[in-house]
């Protein structure tokens, strides 16, 4: 079985989580989850994801879902044993840790939950559960750069129509076109929101597409879209 390549974030290094943001083994590698359960010495089974659907939908895990899994796109919990994946292929995956009230979150935060909402729904739903957004900490992880994301006029004047100010995550491209900063728009807005610490990994997922999946790279190079990277924060039990 190939091994996944991990990424960590110096933020989340504490003695009450694991995570990983991990990256391809092969193209054709099925075994993605339990490889990354294995990474983090946890049982398959503790690994808990959603139905991403570029929601600003947050959901509280108290164990494995008994049945489909709902449609959300970020989720926290406060039970010791369980751990958070998020699947993704150029949007951001963050993870989020309040290690004094031992609460944890995951986001799939692509422009549409970016902008609607979710990473603000995550911090919420942590409140919810006894953390503090001032002593949250959160990393955004591999997702497409600036240098990378291309977008056309209709969607710079979406996003300036909401704010202004959102003029400062746009450059001018080619033709008439903007370059997006998204891993720059999702640490704003959770700065915003008041998370105390804040940790970009700066890795670039469309640029180094032989270690992460990217779903932009595939459409410009006519490739198969192949996988989803995964990220996972795990709550440990004491």
């Not at 995570?19 to 193209?27: I, K």
């Not at 955004?140 to 003029?167: H, L, W």
Request: glycine share 12%; net charge positive.
């Amino acid at each position: 079985m190939t091994a996944l390549p991990v990424h960590r974030a110096q933020s989340l290094r504490h003695r009450r989580v694991r995570h990983g943001f991990f990256g391809r083994g092969s193209p054709e590698d099925s075994h993605a989850r339990a490889q990354a359960a294995q990474a983090l010495g946890i049982a398959p089974e503790a690994l808990i994801g959603v139905r991403q659907v570029h929601s600003a939908r947050a959901v509280v895990v108290d164990g494995p879902w008994t049945g489909a899994a709902p449609e959300a796109d970020a989720l926290a919990t406060k039970v010791p044993g369980l751990a958070l994946g998020i699947r993704t292929a150029d949007c951001a995956p963050v993870l989020l840790a309040d290690f004094r009230a031992g609460v944890i979150g995951a986001a799939h935060a692509g422009w549409r939950g970016a902008r609607a909402g979710i990473l603000e729904a995550a911090i919420a739903a942590m409140c919810g559960l006894g953390a503090s957004a001032g002593t949250i900490r959160a990393a955004i992880g591999p997702c497409i750069s600036q240098r990378s994301y291309e977008v056309g006029p209709e969607f710079y004047q979406g996003f300036i129509t909401d704010d202004r100010q959102a003029t400062r995550f746009f450059v001018p491209g080619r033709g008439g076109r903007w370059q997006f900063d998204l891993p720059g728009y999702c640490a704003a807005r959770l700065r915003a929101a008041g998370v105390g610490a804040v940790e970009t990994l700066e890795l670039d997922t469309c640029a180094l597409g032989q270690e992460f999946f990217s779903y932009r790279r595939a459409c410009l190079h006519g490739e198969a879209d192949q996988g989803r990277n995964l990220s996972v924060i795990h709550l440990r039990e004491s």
